[in-house]
């Protein structure tokens, strides 16, 4: 590091000074003086002496990092003394000037724009200056959306509300099949209806723990600060959330918190709130301030004079492709789990529309920071086309294990023994083993990393050998006893005791275990479940200031499509919860500060020569694709892709890896531009031609994907790397992050070519939470 | 498995369909119905020939994109679930499938087995929302206490995933279930009484001038809907539209 170092406190020439003569040693840092905004250097002794031949002056690059060489006899004190003082210089008085002085050197390119002032008033005060677009200009100003989730359903909707003009897209039939509508789980909220202790900063500093410290303060700040006003204004949009018997709404927990405030609506929060959306947007097109573009497909974003002002959009159904102009565009089209090929995501989902503006000039923020989820449905054979997830809150009851046995889990797939022949102490509970105080509610990364680890070791259970159990024996037999005490049984038999268990089960998680029957073909109340991880969100996306806007002037980036809120992991139910902030609270009001400016520009035209010309390069795009005359389909590329990524850029990732899946992601890529075959009617609905685009840009993402992980030496949530574990100490064998180095946002820059992309770094800045290693034994 | 599939064929919506003979081999009982359609394009396209257009998006039941009418029936023979949920264990080996789109004059067919649903999103924009703008101030969220069984039977009724099964399956093309459980919805809760009259006068007329047909009551939708919307839900329908023309100008 080079702000804070060690020296020597030179007293004379340094000449004069024979080898064998005692020196003190200093520390010695860097800071940026406020007033004169210049750097100014400061020595501390700190009392250690050493021999000057024993001083190592180039200490930084000798692998062991010792100032003091091993020649001297006490090299460990005094080197430990050393590292001790420099740590309660950072600590006590560096921290500050230190993360200011990196923020000085973030660079140039990326202005986050960040409001002065306390954390809890800079959206207030960011609010409060931002400049007004008076009503009667915003009939005359146009802003394109693209997508209909959560983020872009609720964001046409207010700013059609607000009096704008909006065009919105989606590639699915009917905006109300956006893929929010799967969520599951529920949606936070920092409302402290259950007097649990909830606050605005308790749901800040959660959100900033479980993503690993990689997350912009300001924008999660705001994100807590609005999240109740999400409830509110969904309740009245007739949102049927959960409630008690009193008519109040309910809340349920969720993993890595300490505190009740999700608000749900069964298994289905996401399709109500998306409803909500949808119903809200409805109402605008009803009057006619959306205009909503079904079955649409964003191709391109057009700049006129380096400002976004407008798309070129293919009808899915005629293929005909066309251009569509605005003020500002808004892109809400999701996450990019689909890299992956088998994600959790819907099969449509996809990253073309951030990966056009990224092409454009639009940096791609953090790429590697992808979520995998451990309670998935494992896949059963190379047939399987997407996982489907359930719901986390299984872990809540649920026991999960292997075999101790390698012996009994080669019988369990050759179907010779079951699950439930096994016998207690034959099995092993390796998330309990191993993390005695949280056990099976680890977080989400943490769970996935050690099924991960016992299946690598050969003890996975499915025919493909890629699951574990998730066994719910042991809560219907708690569930089986309380009931069978509450209703008056005092000696109740094996068998009441689990059928009274087995209905408790069923009222809590009745459509999950409904559900991993019809496709399992297998009850889960008689045998334990199987799971394995799946890909399920990723939180890197397009880098955004705080105003939501990308490096493009009035071009918007909200929702699971931008980076900022989850740093490097998601916490259960902030996924709904960042959607709607977005859409519903943040972009109306910021977009403003820009459309301002607009408002004398008057109706933008698009018989212009930057129209044409991104007509023309898409229409070129699909000839070419549709000319490639080849031999194999586009999934074939896609499976491909997601075998590539998964072995090397999944769970667990290593440069050798990380080097391979490069070059075999740009092999792939020129195989797919010979290979590729797709029906050449490409002026009718072709669904190939769609899905060939998509894997296009997975392909090109892939590579950044990989080069993004691999510039990352450290592990930080979702992102784990081989090479940053704790070598010993009570978190032997975990994932160790490294803020000295990587606390930073990596924006990528586009060139020509994925590979040649270029590097931003926004360097994170924690005033109001101390960095801390997460542990969960 | 080895399957003969009989599948619904049709360019565009201008021209004429018919039926056309695949045969499909190694499908695993595993698989879910639309990764045996996966298999059969994915043949379809290495012989170079047109793959089948079918809707599907989510692959877990719940966006309503999927829309396959197998062997007569609105996503296939299993109860409650959607055509992506189906799986190939439902089937015998060497049987043939039925596989056509939804039927209904208004529900025009784009191409193959995908249909134009948004009828559906027009009778929604009609008037299927509360009217309250986006704001910070909105009451809070526990001011108004909802009974709970009137808060879980709104729900039930939001589960709708819009799909047109409850069309596709009605011997009158009948979009009743759809409209009632929107109606129902909003009719339970305090929020949506205040415009309860309107919405049920002019999603009914909507759902008229769309072209579908009326209710008999014979219940297959509530049959056939994989998220089982209730048929009480198109009695509440018709208490609110009738109270609703009798009581306003």
């Known amino acids: ?777 | 498995m080895k399957l003969n599939l009989k599948i619904w064929r049709q360019k565009n919506r201008d021209s004429k369909g018919k039926i056309a003979t695949y045969t499909v081999k190694n499908i695993s009982k595993d698989s879910s119905f639309l990764e045996m359609l996966d298999i059969l394009n994915n043949d379809l396209l290495e012989k170079g020939e047109e793959p089948v257009a079918f809707d599907h998006d989510c692959r877990e039941g719940i966006c309503g994109m999927c829309s396959l009418y197998i062997n007569g029936k609105a996503h296939g023979p299993d109860s409650r679930v959607t055509t992506c949920q189906l799986h190939m264990r439902k089937f015998n080996d060497g049987e043939t499938i039925y596989i056509e789109p939804w039927r209904a004059k208004a529900l025009p067919i784009i191409k193959d087995l995908v249909v134009d649903r948004t009828a559906f999103d027009r009778i929604q924009q009609a008037g299927g929302y509360i009217s309250v703008n986006t704001s910070g101030n909105t009451q809070d969220a526990n001011l108004t206490p909802i009974p709970k069984n009137d808060a879980d039977k709104s729900f039930d009724a939001a589960t709708c995933i819009g799909c047109a099964a409850c069309v596709a399956t009605c011997k009158n093309s009948s979009a009743m279930l759809f409209v009632s459980a929107k109606v129902s919805q909003y009719a339970m809760l305090p929020q949506g009484r205040v415009e309860a009259k309107e919405r049920v006068i002019n999603m009914v007329k909507q759902m008229d001038k769309e072209g579908f047909g009326n209710c008999s009551n014979t219940g297959a939708c509530e049959i056939e809907c994989p998220k089982g919307i209730s048929l009480e839900n198109i009695a509440k329908l018709n208490r609110e539209y009738l109270s609703a023309t009798l009581s306003t100008k």
């Open chain 1, 1 to 777: 590091m080079k702000k804070i170092t060690f020296a020597i406190n030179y007293r004379k020439a340094k000449a004069k000074y024979n080898q064998d003569e005692l020196v003190e040693i200093c520390v010695r840092y860097y800071f940026l003086d406020k007033n004169t905004s210049k750097y100014k250097v400061k020595n501390m002794s700190t009392g250690v002496k050493c021999m000057l031949k024993d001083w190592d002056k180039d200490w930084h690059k000798n692998p062991e990092r010792l100032p003091i060489l091993k020649t001297d006899i006490d090299y460990i004190e005094k080197n430990k003394k050393l590292f001790e003082l420099r740590k309660r210089i950072l600590v006590d008085n560096f921290q500050k000037i230190d993360t200011e002085d990196k923020l000085f050197k973030s660079s140039k390119k990326l202005n986050a724009k960040i409001p002065n002032g306390e954390i809890n008033l800079k959206w207030t005060n960011h609010k409060n200056n931002i400049n007004l677009v008076n009503p009667a200009n915003k009939r005359n100003i146009d802003i394109i959306v693209v997508g209909t989730g959560l983020a872009g359903g609720s964001a046409s909707a207010s700013l059609a509300e607000l009096g704008y003009n909006v065009k919105s897209f989606c590639y699915q039939d009917s905006p109300r099949r956006a893929h929010s509508i799967a969520a599951q789980g529920g949606i936070n909220a920092a409302k402290n209806y259950q007097n649990d202790g909830d606050s605005v900063h308790r749901l800040f500093y959660d959100t900033v723990k479980g993503g690993d410290y990689r997350s912009r303060e300001a924008n999660v700040y705001r994100l807590a600060e609005v999240s109740g006003n999400i409830i509110d204004q969904c309740v009245a949009q007739g949102v049927p959330f959960a409630r008690e018997y009193g008519g109040l709404l309910d809340n349920r927990s969720f993993g890595g918190v300490l505190v009740s405030r999700t608000f749900y609506a069964k298994g289905q929060t996401g399709q109500q709130l998306l409803l909500g959306a949808y119903s809200a947007m409805n109402r605008q097109i009803a009057k006619g301030k959306i205009q909503m573009y079904n079955r649409h497909e964003m191709l391109e974003l057009v700049l006129v004079e380096g400002k976004a002002r407008g798309i070129i959009a293919r009808n899915l159904e005629t293929g005909e492709i066309k251009k569509y102009s605005a003020h500002a565009v808004v892109i809400a089209s999701g996450g990019y789990g689909n890299v992956f090929y088998l994600s959790t995501n819907a099969m449509g989902s996809n990253v073309t529309a951030s990966w056009k503006i990224h092409k454009k000039g639009a940096y791609f923020a953090n790429p590697c920071f992808t979520q995998i989820h451990p309670t998935c449905i494992p896949r059963s054979g190379d047939h399987q086309s997407k996982l489907t997830l359930m719901s986390e809150s299984l872990r809540n009851d649920g026991r999960i294990w292997v075999p101790k046995k390698i012996e009994d889990v080669k019988k369990i797939r050759n179907g010779d023994l079951k699950p439930i022949d096994i016998k207690e102490e034959e099995r092993d509970y390796y998330l309990e083993r191993r993390y005695p105080a949280f056990g099976n509610l680890v977080p989400r990364d943490v769970a996935s990393r050690a099924a991960k680890e016992r299946i690598d070791a050969g003890f996975g259970v499915n025919k493909t050998g890629e699951a574990v159990y998730l066994d719910y024996s042991s809560a219907i037999k708690r569930y089986g006893k309380e009931k069978a005490l509450l209703i008056g049984i005092k000696k109740p038999s094996e068998k009441e005791i689990i059928s009274l268990g087995e209905e408790i089960v069923e009222a809590k998680y009745g459509n999950l275990f409904q559900m991993y029957e019809k496709i399992v073909d297998e009850n889960p109340y008689k045998t334990p479940m199987m799971i394995y991880p799946a890909v399920h969100y990723t939180m890197g996306g397009v880098w955004v200031d705080y105003n939501l806007m990308t490096s493009i002037p009035g071009c918007y980036c909200i929702g699971e499509a931008n980076f900022s809120d989850h740093g490097a992991n998601r916490l259960g139910a902030s996924a709904l919860m960042q959607g709607l902030a977005d859409g519903y609270f943040v972009l109306p009001y910021t977009i403003g500060d820009y459309l301002a400016d607009e408002i004398r520009t008057g109706p933008i035209s698009t018989d212009t020569k930057e129209f044409d010309e991104a007509k023309k390069s898409v229409e070129e795009k699909i000839k070419k694709l549709a000319n490639i005359k080849g031999s194999k389909p586009a999934d074939y590329f896609h499976i491909k892709l997601g075998k590539i990524m998964w072995e090397y850029v999944g769970m667990s990732r290593n440069e050798k890896g990380l080097k391979t899946a490069i070059k075999e992601i740009k092999k792939l890529r020129s195989l797919f531009w010979k290979e590729l075959f797709i029906p050449e009617d490409i002026y009718s609905m072709n669904k190939e031609l769609e899905k060939a685009g998509r894997v296009l840009d997975f392909l090109e993402l892939g590579e950044l994907f990989a080069l993004d992980a691999l510039n990352r030496n450290e592990s930080c949530g979702g992102h784990y790397r081989e090479e940053s574990v704790e070598k010993d100490g009570p978190q032997k064998g975990e994932a160790k992050r490294d803020d000295e180095n990587y606390s930073y946002v990596s924006a990528w820059e586009y060139m020509d070519d994925p590979s040649k992309s270029v590097l931003h770094k926004e360097h994170l800045k924690f005033d109001n939470i101390e960095l801390k290693q997460r542990s969960y034994k």
